[in-house]
Structure formats: structure tokens, C-alpha cells
């Protein structure tokens, strides 16, 4: 197609590439974010875990810094292959997970605000076959701990991409944890992490 004559011609580019899991680091661009997998009994999240074992349940925890208010918000969290995500939204998932000591959690997974939380801005949550995605309209500057559970499925290693904090409505303010190879075993003996 060809055009002539005077005005001005506006586009977009939008450039995509991929780095090998291990190698990707930390991006703060309005957002800094840090994931991790605690072991259910870890009340106090002091040890976060670098190996799973399989037919474990684990709670994931997404620590989320946000510097200003923001909008739109969706925190987006890629569970490895070897992870399978526990959605309390169907009936045979809520017997799953009992943590000594606390209630069950909500139905979307995460923590009633009895528990955790005195003020919860993220109103919708969806838990997919490879990911868990959070939504906030509005999100005031502090910082926000997101948690949900899941269970170790299968042995190996595998890639566990960075979780991610966007503004919806303007991604160039985001914000990715580092990138991790996560290790699943049969025979891990998950105790001497929590010592």
C-alpha cells in the first residue's frame, strides 16, 4: 500500500526476546517484586525454599513494593511445570491445605484479612493451569503481600519465570522478580530447612 502527500506517520515497534531463565535479574520500573515458596509449617516465612518435594503443598508468597498509588493493576505469577496451583474456588481443593493454627483460607486461595490483611485492593484473582494473576483498580503506595498455594506434582528441574507487576493500562511502569531453576525431588527431606 502507498500513500503520498503531506501529514505525519505515526507507529508502533514492540520488540520481544527471550533469555534463558537463570539469567534473568530483578526489574524495578515502578514496581519491585520478590517471589518465593515457603514450606506450610513456615509460619513466619523465614526460609524460603531453593528445592521441593514432590506431593508437598507449599505456600507461594509474592512480596510486592509499590514507591506511588497506582491503577490497574495485574501481578501475574508463572508457576513452573512441576507445580500445579491449588484453586480453593472448587470444592475438592479446600480440604487440602490445613495450616496449623490459622483459618482456612479464602476462596480464591489467599488469606482472609482476619489473617493477614487489614485493607485487600486486589478484588479479582484467577488460577490457571500455569499461572496465578491478581487485579487491583486501585493500588496505594506500601507494600503488599500476596500469598496462594501449590502442590509439587512432578520431580525434575525446572525454569520458574520472574512474577510480574503491571499497570494495565500503561506497561512501561512494571516490575519482575529474578528468574530461578526450581528443583523438585522424591527424596528431599524438607525438616532441615525449617531448622
Known amino acids: 500500500v502507498h500513500s503520498a502527500g503531506p501529514g505525519n506517520l505515526y507507529y508502533d515497534v514492540n520488540l520481544q ?56 493493576v495485574v501481578v501475574e505469577d508463572k508457576i513452573p511445570a512441576g507445580l500445579e496451583g491449588i484453586n480453593f474456588s472448587l470444592r475438592t481443593s479446600a480440604q487440602i491445605v490445613q495450616i496449623k493454627g490459622q483459618k482456612q483460607p479464602t476462596n480464591d486461595g489467599r488469606y482472609s484479612e482476619e489473617n493477614y490483611y487489614s485493607y485487600d485492593p486486589f478484588i479479582h484473582t484467577e488460577v490457571r493451569d500455569d499461572r496465578f494473576l491478581f487485579f487491583a483498580d486501585f493500588l496505594p503506595k506500601g507494600v503488599y503481600e500476596i ?22 493500562y500503561f506497561p512501561e511502569v512494571f516490575g519482575r522478580s529474578e528468574g530461578k531453576i526450581l528443583e523438585i525431588s522424591e527424596w528431599l527431606a524438607v525438616v532441615a530447612f525449617l531448622q
Open 147 to 168: 500469598r496462594y498455594f501449590v502442590r509439587a506434582t512432578a520431580s525434575g528441574k525446572y525454569h520458574d519465570k520472574p512474577a510480574e507487576a503491571t499497570e494495565m
Open 17 to 72: 526476546y527471550y533469555l534463558p531463565v537463570e539469567t534473568i535479574q530483578p526489574r524495578d520500573e515502578g514496581f519491585q517484586v520478590v517471589s518465593e515458596y515457603y514450606t506450610l509449617a513456615d509460619e513466619k516465612e523465614q526460609s524460603a525454599l531453593p528445592l521441593l518435594k514432590v506431593g508437598e503443598n507449599y505456600k507461594g508468597k509474592i512480596t510486592l513494593l509499590v514507591p506511588e498509588d497506582r491503577y490497574y
